[in-house]
T-cell receptor, first 116, second 111 residues
Framework: DTGVSQNPRHKITKRGQNVTFRCDPISEHNRLYWYRQTLGQGPEFLTYFQNEAQLEKSRLLSDRFSAERPKGSFSTLEIQRTEQGDSAMYLC??????????????FGPGTRLTVT | KQEVTQIPAALSVPEGENLVLNCSFTDSAIYNLQWFRQDPGKGLTSLLLIQSSQREQTSGRLNASLDKSSGRSTLYIAASQPGDSATYLCAPNTGFQKLVFGTGTRLLVSP
């Protein structure tokens, strides 16, 4: 078990460009989460998947953001028409989903996005 | 809306001291609470998960307690080491699988 992996680890892009990040959860984890963290702050929830179904989206996830988990395995987070305010660390987490309520979330190393 | 406060915001201690990090949250209807550590520029490492029905959880030199009714959790670190230097984050889960984070306690343990 190699843990949650994220690619790329760093991304520098110009304002207005589109970017896509990938997250591979721990094998056989049913639940996958995206969070965003800005400097000096704790992570903020963006969205959550149970298998391939996107079950909750934060108001932080504007229309320029879209997340998918097409086969219930890896997930992608796309940001269209990036803005400088999108600069942050994007964190992915997964959990086993075996409990009806909630279970332990394991985080990946994150993708740091810088929009110039 | 769940709000999480962590005190102190920063802590600097010599090696060997026992430490207490505090976390308070406004909505006591939680399923569980996780404590994480984060090294600069890195992701989060889960330290302990304490279920709402539990009062304590231990892992090595770490002990987390939970008083759900008063909206408080503490993380106790025994015999601190320089390798413990990091930011410590607490995150209650009020359901819907969403963790809500505080801004963390930045810990520096000097040799």
């Amino acid at each position: 078990d190699t843990g949650v992996s994220q690619n790329p680890r760093h991304k520098i892009t110009k304002r207005g460009q589109n970017v896509t990040f990938r997250c591979d959860p721990i094998s056989e984890h049913n639940r996958l989460y995206w969070y965003r963290q800005t400097l000096g702050q704790g992570p903020e929830f963006l969205t959550y998947f149970q298998n391939e179904a996107q079950l909750e989206k934060s108001r932080l996830l504007s229309d320029r953001f879209s997340a998918e988990r097409p086969k219930g395995s890896f997930s992608t987070l796309e940001i269209q028409r990036t803005e400088q305010g999108d600069s942050a660390m994007y964190l992915c987490a997964s959990s086993s989903g075996t409990k009806k309520s909630s279970d332990e979330q394991y985080f990946g190393p994150g993708t740091r996005l810088t929009v110039t | 809306k769940q709000e999480v406060t962590q005190i102190p915001a920063a802590l600097s201690v010599p090696e060997g001291e026992n430490l207490v990090l505090n976390c308070s949250f406004t909505d006591s209807a939680i399923y569980n609470l996780q404590w994480f550590r984060q090294d600069p520029g890195k992701g989060l490492t889960s330290l302990l998960l304490i279920q709402s029905s539990q009062r304590e959880q231990t892992s090595g030199r770490l002990n987390a307690s939970l008083d759900k009714s008063s909206g408080r959790s503490t993380l106790y670190i025994a015999a601190s080491q320089p390798g413990d230097s990091a930011t410590y984050l607490c995150a209650p889960n009020t359901g819907f699988q969403k963790l809500v984070f505080g801004t963390g306690t930045r810990l520096l343990v000097s040799p």
